[in-house]
């Protein structure tokens, strides 16, 4: 248990220097409870790449009632990436799919579709670095596009 909870805690120093002050402070009381959170309620910021304890990078984009990916831009290095989208929209469905020959080398996995509420991962390993243009394909229309940088 207390192995457990430190663990977490460390991941969560290394997710964002304005936690680790909390986190500290917390650490003494002892009573396991954690203090309300911003954002997502659990892992890291939207956007942000950590390192799974498996080596894997891990990444979590959302969608909403608009049309825009949140963010719509990140960065990987070359390796495994598990990408987990959030679709927090109440009423729209929304999907996710790298845009067929945009990107320097095809990535096949995608998500065909996300009901609102709904969260799904995936996983998929790059090595060419460049700009991999993503997209939910019902709304390219409104321009729901993004960009995953696969550094060189
Ligand atoms: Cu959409």
Known sequence: ???????RRG???????????TVLTGC???????????APSSGPALGTVTTAPDGVQEVTLQTQDDYVFSPATFTVAPGPVRLTVVNVA?????????????????IDP????????ESRTIEF???TPGEYGFECSFHTQLDQ???MTVSG
Do not use: C, K, W
């Open 110 to 117: 995608e998500i065909p579709l996300l009901t609102p509420g």
């Open 125 to 127: 390993t790059v090595s």
């Open 90 to 106: 109440e009423q729209m469905t929304h999907n996710f799919r790298f845009t067929p020959d945009a990107g320097p080398a095809p």
């Open 145 to 147: 596009y993004g960009v």
């Open 11 to 21: 991941r969560a120093l290394l997710a964002g220097g304005v936690l680790v002050a």
């Open 28 to 38: 003494g009381s002892g009573d396991g409870r954690s203090a309300p959170q911003a």
């Open 1 to 7: 248990m207390r192995g457990q909870e430190r663990a």
